[in-house]
């Protein structure tokens, strides 16, 4: 399956308007945003947990990467609220799921084979004072940024970007994106993004779309 898997292209969805679609584990939805492969692939995902679901236990071959929006995620290594970024990198393992329901923002198959730094970030306390680098390496950056009514976000994009509305809106290239909207840009693209009249939270990562390719199975 192939799904907005052209990098050279900006895209733009507003995932609340995504019909969801059953995964095959019972009680575990999502709405996809990108997407190369079919079960085992490179994703982007919208992912609901309904209460009391899980998915089966399993190893991050190619590393895991998520934000919980809403609700508690939950696994045998703690519970992760609203508002937690979390880095699962290749060859760590848990069994997630949700004992009240969560909906978390995941990306799969998207690390540097060799990366091991596994990390847990409180999103709303990092941005206490308007942006916070996330994580950095070599091959990406990963940020968030509360912004005020009218402030302006501006970057380059080298080397492509996305950007998640967490919560409010703002306004890019004549378009409106609100809290669950995410537009990926391409290499060399000028991100201009305005927040609206009551400001906005966004989730931000560049850099990395050079190396965008199928998993390796």
């Not at 996809?32 to 982007?44: N, P």
């Amino acid at each position: 399956m192939e799904l907005n898997a052209n990098f050279d292209e900006r895209v733009l969805v507003h995932s609340a308007q995504l019909d969801w679609i059953p995964s095959p584990m019972p009680g575990v939805d999502r709405r996809m945003l990108d997407r190369i492969g079919d079960e085992v692939a490179r994703a982007t995902s919208i992912v609901r947990y309904a209460p009391n679901s899980s998915f089966s236990a399993h190893t991050h071959t190619g590393g895991e990467e998520f934000i919980v929006l809403e609700g508690v995620f939950q696994d045998e290594h703690g519970d992760y609220p609203a508002g937690t970024y979390v880095r699962n990198p290749p060859t760590s393992a848990h069994t997630p799921g949700s004992k009240d329901g969560c909906v978390i923002f995941v990306k799969l198959w998207q690390f540097d084979p060799n990366d091991r730094h596994q990390m847990r970030v409180d999103m709303f306390e990092a941005v206490s004072n308007g942006s916070a680098v996330l994580y950095e390496d070599a091959r990406e950056r990963v940020s968030v940024h509360r912004l005020d009514a009218g402030e302006v976000l501006k970057d380059d994009l080298k080397g492509g970007g996305e950007l998640l509305v967490l919560s409010g809106a703002v306004t890019e290239a004549g378009d409106e994106l609100v809290t669950g909207s995410w537009l990926r840009l391409p290499d060399g693209a000028a991100l201009e993004a305005t927040a609206g009249p009551e400001g906005a939270m966004v989730w931000m990562k560049t850099g990395h779309l050079p190396f965008a390719q199928a998993p390796a199975l």
